[in-house]
T-cell receptor, first 113, second 113 residues
Framework: QKEVEQNSGPLSVPEGAIASLNCTYS??????FFWYRQYSGKSPELIMS????GDKEDGRFTAQLNKASQYVSLLIRDSQPSDSATYLC?????????????FGAGTRLAVHP | SAVISQKPSRDICQRGTSLTIQCQVD?????MFWYRQQPGQSLTLIAT?????????ESGFVIDKFPISRPNLTFSTLTVSNMSPEDSSIYLC??????????FGPGTRLTVL
């Protein structure tokens, strides 16, 4: 069974702090990894994708990937109340060339003023 | 990214009936997918909608229950057949763009009484 694991939270951080969201996955052959943000009652919104080991930065967001440890994380710097949402980690676990995303259960983030 | 619309946005249905959900994209896309998000849960892939051929279903989902059409590169439908209260979920279509990225439509919230 191919799995993606996330801590369900809630993760509560004060405004301005760094929020750190973590994800592990079971399929060592996975090559592409994604973070989606989902506000309550809305559909998931892609915020980051990462394919290579190391860090990838986009504005206040940094995705980190360690394939050896089968671990991917998302850092949100200068957290704002508007960042309060559920963050879904998704891993492409399809065969080469086949786009099949497996989603984690999501981590609920609460940023308080 | 592509603009994706779904119809209906929500519906309340009686058990034993069927509902067809439409997904329209504003540009041609090769890959279209259907997901289910049950209350409080993460996303589960139902099937990949293939243009010109039968859909590819994931384990636990069958064509008789979830028939899918994909008549062209901008449109797909998912039918939820012979509904029961356990089918109450949000149904989401997504489209594949770029290297493995997927973008989601707004979703259809289905309640079965």
């Amino acid at each position: 069974q191919k799995e993606v694991e996330q801590n369900s939270g809630p993760l509560s951080v004060p405004e301005g702090a760094i929020a750190s969201l973590n994800c592990t996955y079971s399929d060592r052959g996975s090559q592409s990894f994604f973070w989606y943000r989902q506000y309550s009652g809305k559909s998931p919104e892609l915020i980051m994708s990462i394919y290579s080991n190391g860090d990838k930065e986009d504005g206040r967001f940094t995705a980190q990937l360690n394939k050896a440890s089968q671990y991917v994380s998302l850092l949100i710097r200068d957290s704002q109340p508007s960042d309060s949402a559920t963050y879904l980690c998704a891993v492409n676990m399809g065969p080469s060339g086949y786009n099949k995303l497996i989603f984690g259960a999501g981590t609920r983030l609460a940023v308080h003023p | 990214s592509a603009v994706i619309s779904q119809k209906p946005s929500r519906d309340i249905c009686q058990r034993g009936t069927s509902l067809t959900i439409q997904c329209q994209v504003d540009s041609q896309v090769t890959m279209m997918f259907w997901y289910r998000q049950q209350p409080g849960q993460s996303l589960t892939l139902i099937a990949t909608a293939n243009q010109g051929s039968e859909a590819t279903y994931e384990s636990g989902f069958v064509i008789d229950k979830f028939p899918i059409s994909r008549p062209n590169l901008t449109f797909s439908t998912l039918t939820v057949s012979n509904m029961s209260p356990e089918d109450s979920s949000i149904y989401l279509c997504s489209v594949g763009q770029g290297p493995n990225e997927q973008f989601f439509g707004p979703g259809t919230r289905l309640t079965v009484l």
